[in-house]
């Protein structure tokens, strides 16, 4: 399975930033310079078998010392948030990918709105601040659900763009986000760039469809994988790798990208739980049952790719280009 590329790296700093958040400053083990970040990047992080997806809180740099990023300890983690707070300690050695970017700002905006749910603020960070130092205009909206869980709160407040920032701890009765009424008083055109909780993230971006944003407008990104939603349990279906030339028959208790290992086809993957697209994969025939987080809603209506690490066929056969 084609992977994607490590660093070796080390932990040069931690900090309790929050009620179960910790920040972790990781700096490159090797004299080979860190890659250069864009706002609303990810890095993969390896850890004792675990690969996780975080978002880098620092704006674009072309030759960053250090990667910042934030990890919460999630009451439903599978290991690797808890494996993040429990191990790692100034001088642990660790592996990250190199910043990638499914996630970017639209610089042609002539306006936009960040709207951040808990750990979702990490992104949305860097976003405010390339948007500050390119002179655009945006607006910050940060929602917790209590003060002691809103991350970076002093440091959005202390930044040059502070006056931009809008927090919302659901814990102080005076607070309270009307997403309704931010998105109605938006211009013409502006884009809206939404991170968190999914069922946060759904009714923000329900209440911009409702107010008939368009979807080339709205931008998100999901830290983990929806849940999917199945009937009956799942199904074989075969799998058929035109460029190869194989029939793959994807057995019901395996993924797409575990059978096409299997029968010695790459594929570039890396989370694995249909978040960060690494596993992107043209489709030629058939209905895609798309469960991931990647891609959105009129990518999937399209019909014209799917994530063979956690999608499957709606029906009994789907033709790919591999």
């Known amino acids: 399975m084609t992977r994607v590329a490590l660093i070796e790296a080390r932990i040069a700093a931690r900090a309790e930033v929050a009620r179960d958040i910790c920040l972790f400053e990781i700096e490159a083990a090797g004299a080979a310079p860190l890659p250069a970040i864009e706002a609303g990047a990810h890095i993969d992080v390896h850890v004792n078998g675990f690969v996780r997806q975080y978002s880098l809180l620092d704006g674009p740099s072309l030759a960053p010392r250090r ?23 100034e001088g642990s050695v660790l592996r990250i990918s190199a910043p990638r970017n499914n996630f970017p700002l639209r ?23 390339a948007l500050h130092a390119g002179g655009a ?27 931009a920032v809008h927090l919302y701890p659901d ?27 999914q069922g946060f993230m759904d009714h ?14 709205l931008h998100h990104e999901y ?14 279906f075969d799998l058929i790798a035109v460029r190869s030339g194989k029939c793959i028959t994807v057995a019901a208790a395996e ?41 959105t809603l009129q990518e999937k209506v399209r019909n014209e790719a799917f994530l063979p690490c956690c999608s499957r066929a709606h029906g009994e056969t789907l033709t790919v280009d591999l």
């Open 223 to 236: 830290f983990q994988a929806a849940a999917a939603a199945t009937s009956g349990g799942d199904r074989a």
């Open 255 to 295: 993924t797409a990208l575990q059978a096409l290992t299997r029968c010695g086809i790459e594929v570039a993957s890396s989370c694995e739980q249909g978040v960060c697209g690494s596993c992107l994969t043209p489709v030629l025939e058939g209905i895609v049952d798309h469960r991931d987080s990647f891609l």
């Open 107 to 129: 610089p042609d905006s002539p306006s936009s709105v960040l709207v951040a749910g808990g750990i979702g603020i990490t992104p949305i960070m860097s976003m405010a601040a």
């Open 67 to 89: 990667y910042r990023i934030a990890v919460a300890r999630a009451a439903s983690s599978r290991g690797g948030s808890e494996a993040m707070h429990a191990q790692l300690r």
């Open 137 to 163: 205009r945006f607006a910050l909206h940060y929602c917790a659900r209590s003060k002691d869980r809103m991350a970076f709160a002093d440091e959005l407040q202390r930044a040059p763009f502070a006056n």
């Open 204 to 217: 923000v971006l329900g209440t911009a469809r409702a107010a008939g944003w368009d979807e080339s407008r």
């Open 171 to 197: 814990d102080e009765a005076q607070s309270a986000f009307d997403s309704e009424a931010v998105l109605a008083s938006q211009p013409s055109g502006a884009h809206l760039y939404v991170c968190g909780p």
